[in-house]
């Protein structure tokens, strides 16, 4: 396959939740001496706009957008380990938490999902996380990002606390925070002090990278 083909079996690959072809077209891209920054982004990162685009026109629904996201992965498993070291330096850091008290994390793994294919570097503190927990995260990952999320209202004052920790330490100085999920609003991440209330993760994205 030209380059252009293979670029394009890799988003075709994630738009049509392919994962057992993700990783062997990612690796055919290093064996033809492709650049693996530039196979995730023509291929992958292509393909992942796309089931984004769908998600957004319901013409894709979540279950499916989980799915695309582990194609994704198995090709970025691939891909990253052999971008060679300093291509990334310039990439934004974006760390993604759901809030103490709170175990549902998929609309954070879809956040993470798109981030990543956005080209941030994305490190994923998991769920049920306590505020000093993830400031701690932010100062030992130097994060420029900050992504919250929690599906419950009584959980909001774990985004409340984690933002006033930040605040504290001058981490929310070259940080930004973003929150999403059910029970938040733009008034509540403005009452907080964070940046941006996210809609969806398409929004988050498009806010960051604005």
């Known amino acids: 396959m030209s380059k252009e083909e293979i670029y394009q079996a890799l988003a075709d690959s994630v738009v049509n939740l392919k994962i057992k072809d993700a990783a062997p077209l990612a690796q055919q891209a290093l ?10 982004n023509e291929g992958l990162v292509k393909g992942m706009s796309i089931v984004g685009d769908k998600f957004a026109e319901h013409k ?10 582990k194609v994704l992965y198995a090709g970025l498993d691939i ?5 060679p070291a300093g291509a990334l330096d310039n990439a934004k850091r974006a760390g993604t938490a759901v809030v ?5 994390d998929i609309g954070k793994n879809i956040v993470k999902t798109m981030l990543t294919a956005g080209g941030f570097l994305v490190t994923d503190f998991g769920k049920d996380i306590a505020p000093t927990a993830i400031v701690d995260g932010v100062k030992e990952n130097k994060l420029d990002i900050l992504c919250l999320s929690t599906l419950m209202t009584p959980t909001m004052d774990s985004m409340k606390a984690t ?6 330490t001058g981490l929310k100085n070259n940080c930004k925070v973003t929150i999403g999920g059910p029970p938040t609003s733009p008034e509540f991440a403005s009452t907080i002090g964070a940046d941006h209330r996210d ?10 990278k604005g």
């Open 60 to 69: 894709m629904f979540l279950p499916q957008v989980l799915v695309a996201s």
């Open 31 to 40: 064996d033809e001496g492709l650049d693996p920054v530039e196979a995730i």
């Open 199 to 208: 809609i969806n993760a398409q929004d988050c994205v498009a806010y960051l």
């Open 100 to 104: 103490e008290g709170d175990v549902h």
């Open 79 to 83: 891909l990253i380990p052999a971008i």
């Open 163 to 168: 933002v006033e920790i930040m605040k504290e």
